[in-house]
């Protein structure tokens, strides 16, 4: 079943329900203010037939009957009237004919307590039985109520016809109006079908309400959004890496070749070797660097990631930079003293964390005018902040929002050789760590990389 039936079912169910509960409710309450009624009319009718028969009985008692049905119409339909007397003798009965039951609707206990009783008999006529204290006398009187049954009978017709003929209309409309409200799910749906890597720019069109379906509609221009800007960053990424192999590859190719149309010396033979090792070793820390990003692409937050102190993590990273780097002059400090052993404390992937860091000391070794590196570090007691800092020429204005781009390389590094990766695999992993890093300029000649990481939740406190 799909949707369009189905809302339109469950939509025409509701109303159907709401329909009959209203007819049911409309025909029950007009029956019991109907039923309320007619007991009126006949327990006054028998009051008044009392009067009359007590006001005529005083003159002459043999007479009482012919004179009230001379004087007397019958204001009910199939009207009986019988009247006992204290003893629960008949005294009168209207008509004349009507035969008095041996067993009384009523008992006369019952009504001598002073309560007027209201029911049925079997014939379907509502009765009405009463006690009379001025005459000590008891009354019984019925009637058939013709008219308001027949118009309770014409009623049940009417919301019967009501209640199909709504359904009938709440299915039509049910139908035209799911129609009209899913129009955008099929626009939708036809953009999902169409939509592919050749035709990324197209967008479902969403109107100005704001309404769930526009509100999916928005949502899924979002998502195109973002993946066409992963296509380009995967068709960027694939031609800055090509371009970035063939160049060492060219080079050596070029070497090679030269090398085998010359007649060379050992010693030039060696020279070229160097030259094709040197060569070789870019192409494989460019390899590297592309393994590196590619491995973890796809790798999220880990909650049992083991606790890592991020001081301690980074006086290892710091030492193993001094043996790549022997001039490298590193100063670690701390912002202010922290006031809990455990603010230093997170949980992170160690080798992961490591990488990011040495990328970090890395850039700030190799764009510094002095080769020295400032290490901060800081603690809120909810995050920890590493800033490294050096001194160098600052990034262009421009540049700010590209440098954690793969192969993009800023103003500032056009005379030095790299590829442009090492800021990428740095946003990379500390991305999955839910961290941040971010470039701010300091001073006039002070550039500053500062990386966040959030304390995980179930950290002991002390």
């Known amino acids: 079943m799909n949707f369009k039936l189905r809302f339109a079912l469950l939509f025409t169910f509701f109303v159907s329900l709401i329909l009959l509960v209203a007819c049911i409710t409309t025909y029950l309450l007009f029956y019991q203010a109907r039923e309320e009624d007619y007991f009126k009319r006949v327990s006054k009718e028998g009051l008044e037939v009392h009067k009359i028969f007590v006001d005529i009985r005083q003159d002459d008692p043999g007479i009482a009957y012919r004179i009230i049905k001379d004087i007397h119409d019958k204001a009910l339909f199939y009207e009986q009237v019988y009247i006992l007397d204290s003893a629960g003798k008949v005294i009168f009965r209207f008509p004349d004919t009507l035969q008095i039951p041996r067993v009384l609707p009523v008992k006369l206990e019952t009504l001598h307590k002073g309560e007027e009783v209201k029911r049925y008999n079997e014939s379907g006529a509502q009765l009405v039985a009463m006690y009379i204290p001025e005459t000590d006398s008891y009354v019984y009187v019925s009637g058939y109520d013709r008219t308001g049954l027949a118009r309770m009978n014409i009623l049940r017709f009417i919301l019967v016809v009501v209640f199909f003929g709504g359904m009938v209309l709440s299915v039509l409309i049910s139908f035209l109006f799911v129609r009209q409200a899913i129009q955008p799910l099929k626009d939708l749906s036809l953009q999902m079908r169409k939509t592919g890597v050749q035709n990324l720019t197209e967008r479902v069109p969403v109107q100005a309400n704001n309404d769930e379906v526009n509100e999916i509609a928005r949502n899924f221009n979002a998502m195109l959004e973002r993946l066409q800007k992963s296509f380009d960053f995967q068709k960027n990424f694939v031609y800055h890496a090509s371009h970035e192999l063939r160049t060492p590859l060219a080079t050596m190719l070029s070497q090679t070749e030269s090398s085998l149309n010359k007649e060379l010396s050992v010693p030039g033979y060696k020279k070229v070797l160097l030259s094709l090792k040197e060569e070789q070793q870019e192409m494989i820390e460019l390899t590297n660097s592309l393994l590196l990003i590619s491995q973890f692409e796809n790798m999220g937050y880990v909650q049992d990631w083991p606790l890592l102190r991020i001081d301690e993590l980074i006086y290892e990273t710091v030492s193993h930079s ?128 500062t990386v966040t990481l959030g304390k995980h939740a179930d950290i002991p406190e002390k």
Request: charged share 20%.
């Open 322 to 449: 001094k043996k790549v780097f022997p001039d490298l002059q590193i100063n670690i400090t701390f912002a202010s003293l922290p006031e809990n052993d455990d603010d230093f404390i997170i949980r992170g992937n160690e080798s992961l964390l490591k990488s990011a860091f040495t990328n970090l000391i890395k850039n700030a070794y190799t764009y510094s005018v002095d080769q020295k590196v400032y290490i901060t570090l800081d603690s809120d007691g909810e995050s920890v902040f590493v800033h490294i800092d050096n001194a160098g020429t600052q990034l262009p204005a421009d540049d700010k929002e590209n440098i954690m781009i793969p192969f993009f390389r800023g103003g500032n590094a056009l005379t030095t050789k790299g590829y442009g990766l090492g800021l990428s695999i740095v946003y990379r992993f500390i991305s999955i760590h839910n961290g941040t890093v971010t470039y701010t300029p300091v001073a006039s000649d002070m550039n500053r990389f």
